[in-house]
């Protein structure tokens, strides 16, 4: 089974495109985002920036579960959509996508969805700083950057 990790910096266009290949490729979509919320894998609601903080090693843990789950019941790929997905151990990745977006633009696309002033600059300086791509380095993944 070939696992494709879709990660980017908020905004970047991560679902786009994952939900893209998965109809293109025929393999399996995994909202992350979703699942973090039904299965509770978080360790509290941060309200100032109206997100959830997720626990990494919990949500690896779940993940990995699945992969192996989805492995056994033969599912030719998945695609798994999340921020977080570059955390993955490179050895349950065939390949991660950094989605990637022009500066302006990105900035535009969050101004839009009402997001806070620091909400807003603390995405841009993770994109500006490159820092899923980095860390997807980092973590050893071979990286594919689909910009939008
Ligand atoms: N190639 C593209 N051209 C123009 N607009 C795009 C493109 N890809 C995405 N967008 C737009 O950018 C916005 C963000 O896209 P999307 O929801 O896919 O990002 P995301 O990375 O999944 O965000 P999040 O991290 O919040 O889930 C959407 O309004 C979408 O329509
Ligand atoms: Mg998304």
Redesign the pocket.
């Known amino acids: 089974m070939k696992v494709i990790a879709?990660t980017?910096?908020?905004?970047?266009?991560?679902?786009?495109?994952?939900?893209r290949m998965a109809k293109e490729k025929g393999c399996k979509y995994l909202d992350v985002?979703k699942l973090v919320k039904e299965n509770k894998i978080y360790d509290s609601y941060d309200r100032k920036k109206k997100a959830y903080d997720v626990d990494v090693k919990k949500l690896n843990k779940f993940l990995i579960k699945m992969i192996l789950a989805e492995k056994a019941e033969k599912t030719k790929c998945l695609v798994i959509?999340?921020?977080l997905s570059h955390y993955l151990p490179a050895r349950y990745v065939d390949l991660c996508i950094v989605?990637k977006?022009d500066l302006k633009?990105l900035k535009k696309?969050l101004e839009?969805?009402g997001y806070s002033a620091a909400k807003v600059r603390e995405n841009m300086d993770a994109e500006i700083f490159d820092v899923c791509l980095n860390e997807a380095k980092e973590e050893g993944h071979r990286i594919k950057i689909i910009k939008?």
């Open positions: 879709v980017g910096t908020p905004g970047t266009g991560k679902t786009t495109i994952a939900k985002t959509d999340s921020h989605a977006t633009k696309r839009k969805r939008n």
